[in-house]
């Protein structure tokens, strides 16, 4: 079955240490996205990349880092400028930028400060 | 910009019971709108979507329909049961909006069925 796997599940930081999120999808689609969600909240987005080898900054990119060297893999380095790391991560991926189509969503990297 | 508002919860509500979870929204384009849902631990599904004004989204017993004149989208369902508790995201997607399929989500509202 198509879909996005996100891991680990649970991941656990220390201060002042670079962790990087994996995702990736086999939907075959163009475009990706890595969102953050804080207890009660609502997502807020990181960073997307439409194509390969291109990415674009979100809502709260600062902190973050991706790359998107392949279509189907887009991992997320929480970066050690990263002051608030600690919440619930999901990846995301849909067909294009152009369609209105859904995006489909990975189960979750929870991460936390050790 | 676009914003989705969603009303808080949690929602606590009783096994059979009619369930509403309103949704407004402010969009500059004529947006796609969403409803998902998440469950506990995991990430979020699509339950239902609606692409134009006075479309009805529909699944798993849930409704929603695009209220332009109102910018809304309620969500519904006649008899929930237990495991419909989830929480449940509001979003829209805006043509308009800056490059890219983004979604602009609501808070979410938490809902809790009991038996």
């Known amino acids: 079955d198509g879909g996005i796997t996100q891991s680990p599940k649970y991941l656990f930081r220390k201060e002042g240490q670079n962790v990087t999120l994996s995702c990736e999808q086999n939907l075959n689609h163009d475009a990706m996205y890595w969102y953050r969600q804080d207890p009660g909240q609502g997502l807020r987005l990181i960073y997307y990349s439409q194509i390969v080898n291109d990415f674009q900054k979100g809502d709260i990119a600062e902190g973050y880092s991706v790359s998107r060297e392949k279509k189907e893999s887009f991992p997320l380095t929480v970066t050690s400028a990263q002051k608030n790391p600690t919440a619930f991560y999901l990846c995301?991926?849909?067909?294009?930028?152009?369609?209105?189509?859904?995006?489909?969503f990975g189960d979750g990297t929870r991460l936390s400060i050790l | 910009g676009n914003s989705v508002t969603q009303m808080e919860g949690p929602v606590t509500l009783s096994e059979e019971a009619f369930l509403t979870i309103n949704c407004t929204y402010t969009?500059?384009?004529?947006?796609?709108l969403f409803w998902y849902v998440q469950y506990p631990g995991e990430g979020l599904q699509l339950l239902l979507k609606a692409t134009k004004a006075d479309d009805k989204g529909s699944n798993k017993g849930f409704e929603a329909t695009y209220r332009k004149e109102t910018t809304s989208f309620h969500l519904e369902k006649g008899s929930v049961q237990v495991s419909d508790s989830a929480v449940y995201f509001c979003?829209?997607?805006?043509?308009?909006?800056?490059?890219?399929?983004?979604?602009?989500f609501g808070g979410g509202t938490r809902v809790l069925v009991k038996p």
């Open positions: 979003a829209l997607w805006d043509r308009k909006e800056a490059a890219g399929n983004k979604l602009t």
């Open positions: 995301a991926s849909s067909i294009s930028e152009y369609s209105n189509q859904p995006q489909h």
């Open positions: 969009a500059t384009g004529y947006p796609s």
